[in-house]
C-alpha cells in the first residue's frame, strides 16, 4: 500500500533562504511528522483506505496469471534476379493477459451509465457497498467488530478503485507484409518494405463496465507503412564505370561518393472524436458523439489562415424573442426561446441535435462512433546522406558526410491521440493543427569531417 501525506510549508524562520519557505528543518530532532498509520481492529482487518482515506491499495486479482503473447506468420520468398528477391508474409499475434490502456492499473469500480438518470448513480458502480463493515454504534459495540471507532469504518466502495492490477486485457495484431530486397552489386543495394497492419487493444476508459466500449485500434499503430532503405556509391572516379582512368586530383573530385537514404512514408496516427456538453448526457470518462455520416478530414486554412485537420461544426442560432443570434456549438441544447444562447441543461427529454457527420446522444448512452476510429495526417520523412572517402596516403584516410534529416522539409502534421483538440464542435483550437508531430523536425542539415589513422 501507498500512503499519500500533505504537509502544509509554513515560515519556520522569518529570515526565509532564498524566499522558499520549508515544510520542516533538516536538523530538527523529529523530521517531517510521521503518517497516520490505521488502527488495526480486533479481527485483525483495517479501513481499506485508511482512516484518513489517504491510503492506495494496490488491489489483485485472487489468482495472478502472467501476461503471454502467441505468435505465428507465414513467408512466401521468390528469386527474382540474383542479387534480387520478393518476399511476401502474413505476421500475427495475440497478447492476453495484458494492460488494458497503457497499464498496469485501471479504475475496477466506475459508475455505469444504467444509473446515469437515478438519483445514486454510485449505486451502479460494480463494488458499491458489496463490503461493509458493521455500525458498532447502533449495537452497542456487539457486532462483530467491538469496539471499532466510527472514524475507524467503512463501507466499501463508492468511490473510484484506480489501483486495480488485473493483467485481464488482451490484444491482436495482423499484418500483411511485402519485401523487395537487392543485395548489393554495382555499387548498389536497396530494401523496399511495405506492410499493411492491425493493431487493436483495449483502452481503460471503462474497461471495468465494458472493455468492449474502449476496444479499438492500438494509440502507436500506422495502418500503413512504406519504408525504403537506399546505399548506392556513385560510378564516378578511380576503378569505377564511369571515368576510370582518371587522374588522383580529378579523382578527389568526383571519386569515392556514396549515397545513403531512408523514406519514411506511413498513415496517420489514431484519435477519437468528442463533442461539447457530452458531461450533460453521461457521467464517465467516454465522450463520443453518434455517427451520421462522416467527417472531412484532410489539413486546409481556416477563414483566420489557421491550419486544420477538420472544421468544427457549428450553428446559427437566433433567438426569436430578442432577434439576438450566436454561433453555438452544433451538437449543443437549445430550449425555443432562450434568451442566452447557452446550453440548457440536463434536458434528456429533448431531441437530440443533428448536424452534418453526427447526432448527440441520448441520455445514459455511449456514442457509436468507436475508439480512435478516426486518423490523423499521414507522416512522410526522408532522410539523405552524403559522404566521401579520401585516402591521402595508404596510411592516413580522410571522410567528409552530409546527413540531411527531413531533406525536403516536408511537416509531419501533429493531429493524432495526444495532440490536437478532437472535439468536433467546440470553439478555440477545435480541430487546429497547432504544431508538427511529436518526435519529429524540419530540415537539419549537419556536416562532419572524420580522419583516420
Known amino acids: 500500500m501507498l500512503v499519500h501525506q500533505q504537509i502544509q510549508a509554513h515560515d519556520l524562520n522569518s529570515a526565509a533562504i532564498n524566499d522558499n519557505v520549508p515544510v520542516y528543518q533538516m536538523d530538527s530532532a523529529t523530521g517531517p511528522p510521521p503518517a497516520q498509520f490505521p488502527v488495526v481492529r ?56 495484458g494492460f488494458a490502456g497503457d497499464g498496469p492499473a485501471y479504475n475496477a469500480n466506475e ?38 471507532p466510527l472514524s475507524d469504518q467503512l463501507t466499501c466502495c463508492s468511490a473510484d478503485l484506480n489501483n486495480y492490477f488485473g493483467m485481464d486485457a488482451s490484444s491482436n495484431y495482423n499484418a500483411l507484409q511485402l519485401k523487395v530486397e537487392k543485395r548489393f552489386s554495382q555499387g548498389l543495394q ?51 564505370k564511369y571515368m576510370g582512368d582518371a587522374n588522383r586530383l580529378t579523382d578527389y573530385v568526383i571519386g569515392g561518393w556514396r549515397l545513403t537514404s531512408i523514406t519514411d512514408w506511413s498513415g496517420g496516427l489514431p484519435w477519437t472524436a468528442s463533442f461539447s456538453d ?25 477563414a483566420n489562415g489557421n491550419l486544420t485537420w477538420f472544421t468544427p461544426v457549428f450553428t446559427t442560432f437566433t433567438d426569436p424573442a430578442t432577434g439576438k443570434t450566436c454561433i453555438i456549438p452544433g451538437l449543443r441544447i437549445l430550449l425555443p426561446g432562450s434568451t ?29 462512433i468507436g475508439y480512435a476510429s478516426f486518423r490523423g495526417p499521414r507522416l512522410f520523412t526522408s532522410n539523405l546522406s552524403l559522404a566521401k572517402n579520401f585516402r591521402i596516403t595508404e596510411r592516413y584516410k580522410a571522410e567528409f558526410r552530409m546527413d540531411a534529416n527531413n531533406i525536403f522539409n516536408h511537416p509531419v502534421l501533429g493531429f493524432n491521440y495526444t495532440q490536437g483538440n478532437t472535439c468536433i464542435d467546440c470553439g478555440g483550437d477545435a480541430g487546429r493543427i497547432t504544431n508538427i508531430e511529436n518526435n519529429t523536425s524540419m530540415r537539419l542539415l549537419t556536416f562532419g569531417l572524420r580522419f583516420s589513422f
Open 278 to 302: 457530452c458531461g450533460e448526457d453521461n457521467d464517465t470518462s467516454i465522450c463520443r458523439p453518434n455517427r451520421a455520416g462522416s467527417l472531412k478530414l484532410g489539413a486546409k486554412r481556416d
Open 42 to 97: 480486533a479481527d485483525g482487518t483495517i479501513p481499506l483506505r485508511g482512516p484518513q482515506n489517504s491510503v492506495d491499495p494496490r488491489i489483485r486479482p485472487t489468482v495472478q496469471r502472467p501476461a503471454a503473447i502467441d505468435m505465428w506468420n507465414a513467408t512466401v520468398e521468390h528469386q527474382l534476379t540474383p542479387t534480387m528477391t520478393v518476399e511476401v508474409a502474413y505476421v500475427g499475434n495475440k497478447g492476453t493477459h
Open 190 to 240: 536497396f530494401v523496399s518494405h511495405y506492410t499493411w497492419s492491425r493493431a487493436r487493444f483495449h483502452d481503460n476508459n471503462y474497461f471495468s463496465v465494458d472493455p468492449s466500449a474502449g476496444y479499438g485500434p492500438m494509440n502507436i499503430n500506422r495502418n500503413h507503412a512504406w519504408v525504403t532503405n537506399i546505399m548506392y556509391e556513385l560510378p564516378f572516379g578511380k576503378g569505377k
Open 340 to 368: 442566452t444562447c447557452k446550453s440548457d441543461p440536463n434536458q434528456c427529454a429533448v431531441a437530440r441535435p443533428t448536424i452534418p457527420g453526427f447526432a448527440r446522444t441520448a441520455c445514459g448512452t455511449l456514442g457509436n
Open 111 to 148: 459508475k455505469s451509465l444504467a444509473g446515469y438518470v437515478t438519483a445514486n448513480p454510485d449505486n451502479f458502480r460494480p463494488f458499491f457497498n458489496r463490503y461493509t463493515y458493521p455500525d458498532c454504534s447502533a449495537s452497542m459495540g456487539v457486532c462483530g467488530l467491538a469496539n471499532v
